[in-house]
């Protein structure tokens, strides 16, 4: 069975600075890598996915996340934050190989606030 | 165009009452998920569907939850005799197919038994 790891429950950052929301995975075989922010009172949007290649992966609003297979790491990272960025992001695995599960398994979040 | 819709977002019954929750998927995408969030948590997946079939139903929690896709669009997953530990965000996805890995997700109906 897959899992995954979110190792912190709330990120602070000020305006401006880099963040950085970590993410650590278990999964059978090779890994599809998602991360989804949810805003308050709103659905769960996607971010950004790693599926194969190029290890760092870049996606909406400027954020962008690495792939580290030996530490079988996926963490979210974004070189300038901004307030609007504050929200709860969650990170989800599913394996890669045809015949195993296709639905995703989150982690339990972490609640970014970006201070102005 | 028009992302995942669900209705109602918001539920509130009586313990053993049964509740219906309605996913409108995005159009012409073949999977539907249900996932239930406890608050404080990432969502847990309940069920999936592929058009019409039910392809994994591992999630639900006991027999008093189903789910239905009969047309391969508008999915129903229904809650009987609700117990105050029903109570949720319950949360559908759709893709364009099980080889189309990223979910777009609806704005979840939170039910509340009281």
């Known amino acids: 069975a897959q899992s995954v790891a979110q190792p912190e429950d709330q990120v602070n950052v000020a305006e401006g600075n880099p963040l950085t929301v970590k993410c650590t995975y278990s999964?059978?075989?090779?890994?599809?890598l998602f991360w989804y922010v949810q805003y308050p009172n709103r659905g769960l949007q996607f971010l950004l996915k790693y599926i194969t290649g190029d290890n760092l992966v870049k996606g909406s609003y400027g954020f962008e996340a690495e792939f580290n297979k030996s530490q079988t790491s996926f963490h979210l990272k974004k070189p300038s934050a901004l307030v609007s960025d504050s929200a709860l992001y969650f990170c989800a695995v599913r394996p890669l190989s045809s015949g195993s599960a296709r639905q995703l398994t989150f982690g339990s979040g972490t609640q970014l606030t970006v201070l102005p | 165009g028009a992302g995942v819709s669900q209705s109602p977002r918001y539920k509130v019954t009586k313990r053993g009452q049964d509740v219906a929750l309605r996913c409108d998927p995005i159009s012409g995408h073949v999977s539907l998920y249900w996932y239930r969030q406890a608050l404080g948590q990432g969502p847990e997946f309940l069920t999936y569907?592929?058009?019409?079939?039910?392809?994994?139903k591992s999630g639900l929690p006991n027999d008093r939850f189903s789910a239905e896709r009969p047309e391969g669009s508008i999915s129903t997953l229904t809650i009987q005799r609700t117990e105050q530990r029903d109570s949720a965000m319950y949360r559908c996805?759709?893709?364009?197919?099980?080889?189309?890995?990223?979910?777009?997700f609806g704005p979840g109906t939170r039910l509340t038994v009281t």
């Open positions: 569907f592929n058009y019409e079939a039910q392809q994994d």
């Open positions: 999964v059978s075989g090779n890994p599809y």
């Open positions: 996805a759709s893709s364009l197919g099980t080889r189309s890995y990223e979910q777009y």
